[in-house]
């Protein structure tokens, strides 16, 4: 679980969107993760490195971080 955060490999679609997304059942006996198949469409992809990927990562770490102390500020 530790390398969870850590990227191997990493695309980025440009303007990606779902053009099919499986049918799924829900029901209250379901226990655990769902998988859902989605077909997706763009127009063009590139490839990631594990610097770019991990600058992204903490970029959004950062933001979780900065939305955390702005509220934590707001409530006291």
């Not at 499986?22 to 594990?50: H, K, P, Q």
Request: hydrophobic content about 40%; cysteine-free.
């Amino acid at each position: 679980q530790g390398n969870d955060l850590i990227p191997g490999y990493t695309i980025k679609l440009e303007n990606a969107y779902p053009i099919q997304v499986g049918a799924i059942e829900l029901s209250s006996e379901a226990d655990g993760l769902m998988e859902v198949s989605i077909t997706w469409e763009y127009d063009n992809f590139r490839s990631v490195g594990l610097v770019d990927g991990f600058g992204d990562l903490l970029g959004h770490m950062l933001g979780i971080g900065k939305d955390t102390l702005s509220t934590f500020k707001r409530l006291f």
